[in-house]
Each structure stands twice: as structure tokens, then as C-alpha cells.
């Protein structure tokens, strides 16, 4: 069971497959998409995640998710002002679309704040994936070995890994949880892209995944 994956029907660019989070080895009954990216460099390290980076002056909506979905990011602060931006924001993102996902609602406001373009489209139709099968995510989910380069263009690329181990799909109707095993696929590795725009955040434009990656599995 996949629980951040989309439809195999859905068409996507190599250039904005959004693959976010997702769990166990894989279900035809779940969202899926396509999963393929070139391998990465990761690296190790295990700190506070830098969630509360930027301050709240731009408007940023407010995230609200239910009890049952959790996360642990082991991602460290940097010491660099724009990279824990990246994070924070990167992380934000995760999570708003999390809540669109939770609140069945495809036209949500808060994961255009933090994508814009084919991504945020790409986002929506995701979300409406969930929302025909009338289920959402829930679990724990963990995201770890982030690598954040920034580009002399003002745009960013975040590279990580997401254990997907103990992410499940909940249905709306019965509440019932559909657990599946832990596989080789449970381990994802994204690689995003991100601008900084006017408001000052960092909004993901590309996004793609490797299921399965061996580095993800250390």
C-alpha cells in the first residue's frame, strides 16, 4: 500500500511528479505515480527538526492535522539562515498536504502556499486521488539524511529520505486502517526543487522519488 503515491492513471511530467510520503510495498487500490529519480549523495545526521526557522510575517496558513498522523524529521539546523528556510518550508509543504489529504478537500489553501505552478497542480489532483477513494493518510511517518544545496539563481534542491514503514491508508467511512508490511519499498528518497519567492518562501516546484533506495535503507 502506497500512501503518498498517485493513480497510475494520472499523467504526469518528469518535471512535476509530486510523490510525497508514502507506506508499506504498494496496493492497486492506493494512489500511485511514477518512481524514478537518479541516485543522490545522503549523508547522516540526527538533531531537532528546524520547524520553527521563519518567523510567522507572511501569512502562512495555519496547519492542523488529526491526532493520528505524526512525524519525527531528523533534520538538523544548519546554521544557515536560507537552508533551515528550505527545511522549514519543505517541511511545511509535507504537512499541508497532509491536511488537504485529512480535510478531503483538493482545492485546500495551504499547499499552494508553499508550491506553486505544475507543482501545486500536480498537488491537487493528488489530493482528489484521495478524496475519489474516499480515504486519508495516518501514522507516523519519518524523514531523515537531508541534503540542501542553494544556487546562485535563488532557487534550492532538498534531497531526503522518508521511512514509510508505519504510514498507513485510513478509510473516511470506517475508520479502518489498511496495514501492509514493511518492504524495501517502504524507503523513498525524494529529491525537490524549490524558489524563493516574493513573500520569502520557499516554494517546491519539481519533486521526484526513488522507491526502494538503498541509501534510504542504511
Known sequence: MNRRTMPATIALTAATALLLTACGNGDDDKPKANDEIAGVDQHEKKSASPSSTPSDTVGRPKIELPADI???????????????AVLHDGEQFIKATDMAVAEQNPRHEAYPFYSEGKMAATTQTYVQAYVDKKIRTTGTYRFYDEVVTLNKNGTASLVYCEDQGKAFAKSIKTGKIDKTPVTDKSYVLYNTALRKNEKGVWVTTEMFMQRGNAKCQL
Do not use: E, H
Open 70 to 84: 505524526k512525524y519525527v524529521f531528523d533534520w538538523s539546523k544548519t546554521g544557515d539562515k536560507d537552508k533551515d
